[in-house]
């Protein structure tokens, strides 16, 4: 299975209807503009571009934009040892090393990754974790070294204990932030030694204890679409197909993308896939239908590629033909 890409995105029209493709930003610009200065190695640019940004959600998406950007690592520890006073530089690093050691542990299935390959991996999220605890130090307020934190302990297996706290700690720095948010539902989910139980309590709770409009409804959508995952064939579309299924994805929906006071940036892109595809799992045509509508063919390759890895969009438009859009 592909391993986990969060941002996507669009464009284009054909006989009146949006064209479906994935596009390798979120549709901001910077994302695209910061990748290149990455690639190139300018860290002027790439310092313009993050510094730009408050440090919440749209800066976190440029860090990881940055960290999955291959070749950073052959320029980004110079920078650190040339600013050792700075965390903007140890920030980028340690995210780059969690993208780094990934790589290197690929996304095969565990029994199909070498020692050589994991020991490779704990190194390099090791040293991701040194950095990332050196700008939390620099800088309390900030929320993207616990995001990253919350990532490696995964990776190195910390347990359930030391990773609520990295959540805890990253959430009082910004309570809705949807990346964190969504780091932790991956943590209780059941491949991660959770359970379906604990993740639907999860994703449930936090939504509800947000305001209305927030982006945090897509955990639920995206809990229910980890359990479909984990099902076998036929069980899996019964579970979809329950009605208290389907009746926690309505009031997900009303609490997040239907209400009056959602606002259409950071991940709102990824939140109406997430439904689109949820909701026309569950045969909620008329919900499905609304997604569709609402992300006019901008398709994110999350969760799609859990239906076609090799064309998300190709399952996103086979399932908005099959809801009559």
Known sequence: MAVLREWGLTLGKWAG??????????????????????????????????????????????????????????????????????????????????????EARTGAR????????????HSRLRTAEEWLYEVAEREPGWVSPWLGLQMTGRGLQVGQLTARRRFEAAVRRDPYHLGVHQQQLQQVCAKWSGSHEEMHA????????????????????????????????????????????TASLREAADHSFRHPDFVRSGGWLQVLNTFAMAFSLAGD?????????????????SPWYYINGSDPAAAYKEHRSAAGR
């Open 17 to 102: 209807r949006p064209v479906a493709r994935v596009q390798e930003d979120s549709g901001d610009p910077e994302v695209a503009r910061v990748r290149t200065a990455a690639a190139s190695g300018d860290w002027a640019t790439v310092r313009r571009v993050l510094e730009a940004r408050p440090e919440s959600e749209d800066r976190t998406e440029l860090v990881r934009a940055v960290g999955d950007t291959a070749g950073v690592e052959r320029w980004i520890t110079g920078v650190v040892e040339a600013e050792p006073e700075a965390a903007l530089p140890k920030l980028v690093a340690g995210f780059r090393h969690i993208s780094w050691g990934w």
């Open 110 to 121: 565990a029994q199909h990754v070498s020692r050589d390959q994991f020991e490779l991996f």
């Open 202 to 245: 999860f994703a449930r709770d936090a939504l509800l204890a947000a305001p209305g409009g927030t982006a945090l409804g897509h955990l639920v959508a995206m809990a229910h679409i980890e359990h479909w995952l984990d099902l076998d064939r036929g069980a899996d579309a019964a579970y979809m197909r329950r009605p208290e299924v």
């Open 285 to 301: 045509s008329a919900g499905a239908r609304e997604c569709f509508t609402a992300s006019e063919g901008r398709v994110t390759e």
